[in-house]
């Protein structure tokens, strides 16, 4: 059942070209260029009048939430705000008709999620979801939504979900700036090119596995972790600390590389590994002069770059190379081959990976 894997976890990590193409097949149509979701098209009044979209989550969702507001914002030119669910619903917010909420969630059974879904819906607003189960809870609580068609997540850390959620979202923020004319028509055609390009480059990424697995052996039994990242890349920062976290327990923070600055900056020494995320698109040269800033403090530095890429090389202790792609596209990239350095070193930690202490896969109490 876990297909010669020795995990669930890595089973879905290796999954991930397939379930991409599964999200987008019959909805990323290149040749007609044209993309066809269902529960968007049928609610494009809502999208195109809302004010702003609010979307809500936890966890690892919400950090494909956070990936979206980039997205959202860049492409389709709508205001975006991404909130804890466990907040959002606690803090009497302001929430009115003209508002979309945007529920993440890869099991559909988070309390939290469910009941800030409840709450908008209370206050009239459009509630759209991205789930993977299908029939889930929270599939049946939206007005509309898109499935990530991911296939069975039953690790408990969540690696497929993910990136297919990133995937739904890129969907439909592409479909709304192409109704709200906020992107042009090559530049759209251009990005169903590169989103459909990214199976195949998710596999050249995946290929990094033997020297990652070198990397983890140098790292495993440090006590802390820093993981940096701008922009689109930020996001995915967050997520490769959660991931190191939830199954190796090792601590580790997820940063805005330019936040390092104002305080994390002090807990650099020669001990502290940092994965930076440094591909060519996206502020690289802010990146690279952050790595410096790293180096000149002794901290070991493990560059997630793009192919072929010299200056972070000359920098950095190691690199982990993927392919190039769109700026918005990358964190589809850059989290591979942080979810194989969290897997191997709790593998070489001998943690219990697809089931990891204190977790469930989905967390239906509030
Ligand atoms: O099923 P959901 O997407 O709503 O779950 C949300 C979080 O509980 C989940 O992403 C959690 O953070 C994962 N274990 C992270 O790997």
Redesign the pocket.
């Known amino acids: 059942e876990k297909g010669g894997f020795d995990h669930f976890m890595l089973k879905e990590i290796h999954e991930q070209p397939k379930a991409i193409t599964d999200t987008y097949r019959g909805r990323l149509l290149r040749q007609e260029a044209i993309i066809k979701m269902a529960g968007v098209e049928d609610n494009m009044k809502k999208f195109l009048n809302a004010d702003r979209i609010i979307i809500v989550?936890?966890?690892?969702?919400?950090h494909a939430g956070l990936v979206a507001e980039y997205i959202f914002e860049d492409l389709a030119r709508v205001p975006v705000e991404v909130e804890y669910a466990s907040e959002f619903r606690y803090r009497n917010p302001i929430i009115t008709e003209k508002d979309v909420l945007i529920a993440?969630?890869?099991?559909?059974?988070?309390a939290d999620?469910l009941a800030a879904i409840k709450l908008a819906k209370s206050k009239g607003a459009f509630v759209f979801g991205v789930c993977?189960v299908v029939g889930s809870s929270?599939a049946r609580e939206t007005h509309a939504g898109a499935y990530t068609h991911a296939g069975p997540e039953i690790g408990?850390?969540?690696t497929k979900?993910f990136t297919t959620q990133i995937t739904v979202l890129t969907l439909i923020a592409l479909r709304l700036a192409r109704a709200k004319g906020t992107i042009s028509s090559s530049d759209f055609r251009h990005h169903l090119l590169e989103l459909e390009m990214i199976p195949k480059k998710v596999e050249e990424s995946l290929k990094s596995d033997a020297h990652i697995q070198k990397i983890s052996e140098i790292y495993k039994d440090v006590s802390n972790f820093l993981y940096l990242g701008r922009g689109y890349n930020f996001p995915v920062a967050l997520e490769g600390a959660?991931?190191l976290k939830?199954i190796s327990y090792i601590h580790a923070e997820g940063y805005p590389a330019a936040e390092m600055k104002h305080g994390p900056i002090a807990l650099i020494d020669e001990n502290m590994p940092i994965v930076v995320i440094a591909t060519k698109k996206g502020h690289y040269e802010k990146v690279v002069s952050n790595i410096q800033e790293i180096k000149s403090r002794k901290g070991k530095i493990i560059g997630i770059v793009t192919e072929g890429d010299t200056q972070v090389r000359e920098l950095a202790d190691h690199v982990i190379e993927v392919p190039e792609t769109l700026e918005s596209l990358s964190p589809l990239l850059t989290t591979i081959p942080l979810q194989l350095l969290s897997y191997h070193i709790a593998v070489m930690l001998g943690k219990n990976v697809d089931q990891p202490r204190n977790?469930a896969?989905?967390?239906t109490v509030e």
């Open positions: 989550a936890c966890g690892t969702s919400w993440i969630s890869q099991s559909g059974e988070t999620t993977n929270i408990v850390a969540s979900a959660l991931k939830e977790l896969k989905s967390v």
